[in-house]
Nanobody, 122 residues
């Protein structure tokens, strides 16, 4: 099984940049898809971005496309979400996830970190 742990969240001003990290540990049988989701109070856990096993392909939610960049460094067992030009609508708890199938659905991911909160406010 995998263990995931997010870090890098915090309070940032609108327009600022923030980089979230996802440290992955544990044994896997094959390379895994990595994704980021976020959940605001009273809302569903929504897809943010996903990246294929070796970073060949990425996908983004429309709400973050052009502002966020997902990446991974398999040698460091770490994934990243670079958040640029953040705005108040980005405020949420951000979760890192891993699974076998790229999907916008949270149900497709078997492994999750505990989340890291991001608050965008002046």
């Amino acid at each position: 099984q995998l263990q995931l742990a997010e870090s890098g969240g915090g309070l940032v001003q609108p327009g600022a940049s923030l980089r979230l990290s996802c440290a992955v540990s544990g044994r896997t049988f094959s390379p895994y898809i990595m994704a980021w989701f976020r959940q605001a109070p009273g809302e569903d856990r929504d897809f943010v971005a996903a990246i294929s096993q070796y970073g060949e392909n990425t996908d983004y939610a429309d709400s973050v496309r052009g502002r966020f960049t997902i990446s991974r460094d398999n040698a460091k067992d770490t994934g990243y979400l670079q958040m640029n030009s953040v705005k108040s609508a980005d405020t949420a708890v951000y979760y890192c996830a891993a699974g076998d199938w790229p999907s916008w659905s949270s149900r497709s991911y078997a492994y999750w970190g505990p989340g890291t909160p991001v608050t965008v406010s002046s």
